[in-house]
C-alpha cells in the first residue's frame, strides 16, 4: 500500500463523523502526565533532552550553567503522546475481518495521532529500525502527522532486530518526559508484554495498548503469507488444530489482560479500521475510571 492523499483524506473523513460527538473531549481527564507545554505562562528551567523542541532552549542561561538549559511553560491541558508501533513481515498478514494488519495499523497511528493533534496535544512516533529504535520528536498538526505516516509505512513490514519490547525500553531511558505511551501492537506482540516492563513504564506515564487481531491459521481458506501458498485443508480445516489455535489464543489476550490489569495498563483488541475510533474512546473511559486491562474477552 502506497500512501497518498486519498488515504489520508480517508483518516480526515473517518474522525469527522465524530467531530460533534466524541473525539472533540478524547483526551480530557485525569490522566498521570503532567501536563507541559508553550503559553503565555512561564514555569521553569530544565536541562535539555532529546525530544525537547530546539526552540525552547535559554542561550543565556545555558552559557551562564554551562548546560543546555530549556524553558517550560504552563499550561492546563497539554499532553505529550507517545506512539510505540510494532514491525515485522508479520504485517504482512490479515486481521480476523480480513484485512490487511499492516493497513490497520497506519490508520490507528494516524487516525488517534490526528485526533489527539486537534485536542491540542503534542505527539511522537517510535518504531523499530534496524538494530535501534527510532523515535521522532514531539509535534503537532497534520504535515507531522504525514511526515510520520510516510516513514512508518517504509519500516512496517520489514523484520528488524529491534522488536517492540526494545522500542519501549529505549522510549524510556531516551525521552525524559511523561506521557500517555499507545502501544500498537498484534497477538504475537501481546504475547510478549513483560510485567516488569510495563511496572516501569506505568509508574510515571499512561500505557494504553491497542493490539490488532490476527486472522486465525486455521479455517476456510488460509494463506501461509511466510510460504507464498494456501495452506491445505485438511490442515487448515483440522477441528481439533482449530479448539487448540483458540485455546491459545485466549491463554495470550488472558495474560495480556492480567499483566495490564497488574500495573494499571489499559488493552483493547480492533479487527477493522471501523472499529478504530469507538475501541479508542472505550478504552480511554474506561482507563480513566480504573477499569484496566482487556474487560470482554472474546475470541
Not at 504535515?143 to 513490514?157: A, G, N, S
Request: hydrophobic content about 35%.
Amino acid at each position: 500500500m502506497q500512501l497518498d492523499y486519498e488515504y489520508l483524506s480517508r483518516i480526515r473523513r473517518a474522525v469527522a463523523l465524530y467531530t460533534n460527538r466524541k473525539t472533540s473531549n478524547i483526551l480530557d481527564g485525569d490522566f498521570h502526565s503532567i501536563h507541559r507545554g508553550r503559553s503565555m505562562e512561564f514555569d521553569d528551567l530544565k536541562l535539555y533532552s532529546f525530544g525537547d523542541d530546539v526552540h525552547d532552549i535559554d542561550w543565556k542561561s545555558s552559557s551562564r550553567m554551562g548546560d543546555i538549559l530549556v524553558r517550560r511553560y504552563m499550561t492546563d491541558r497539554r499532553h505529550n503522546v507517545m506512539f510505540v508501533c510494532d514491525c515485522g513481515a508479520k504485517m504482512k498478514g490479515d486481521t480476523m475481518a480480513g484485512r490487511p494488519k499492516k493497513e490497520l495499523a497506519l490508520m490507528t497511528f494516524g487516525t488517534i495521532a490526528y485526533i489527539t493533534g486537534r485536542n491540542g496535544a503534542d505527539y511522537a512516533l517510535a518504531y523499530p529500525r534496524d538494530n535501534r529504535a527510532m523515535i521522532s520528536l514531539f509535534r503537532s498538526g497534520p504535515e507531522h502527522m504525514e511526515r510520520l505516516l510516510y516513514d512508518y509505512e517504509k519500516e512496517i513490514d520489514k523484520d528488524h532486530p529491534h522488536t517492540a519490547e526494545d522500542v519501549l525500553n529505549e522510549v524510556m531511558t531516551t525521552v525524559n518526559k511523561r506521557m500517555i505511551i499507545f502501544l500498537i501492537t498484534d497477538i504475537d506482540g501481546l504475547d510478549r508484554l513483560d510485567g516488569n516492563l510495563l511496572r516501569a513504564i506505568t509508574r510515571n506515564n499512561d500505557l494504553l495498548v491497542i493490539a490488532l487481531e490476527d486472522a486465525m491459521l486455521t479455517g476456510k481458506v488460509v494463506y501461509d503469507s511466510d510460504a507464498s501458498l494456501y495452506e491445505k485443508f485438511f490442515v487448515s480445516r483440522n477441528k481439533k488444530l482449530h479448539e487448540e489455535e483458540v485455546r491459545i489464543r485466549k491463554e495470550i489476550v488472558e495474560r495480556a489482560s492480567f499483566i495490564c490489569k497488574q500495573n494499571k495498563a489499559g488493552l483493547t483488541i480492533i479487527d477493522s479500521e471501523e472499529k478504530i475510533i469507538d475501541a479508542t474512546i472505550d478504552l480511554l473511559e474506561r482507563y480513566r475510571h480504573g477499569y484496566y486491562g482487556y474487560v470482554t474477552v472474546a475470541i
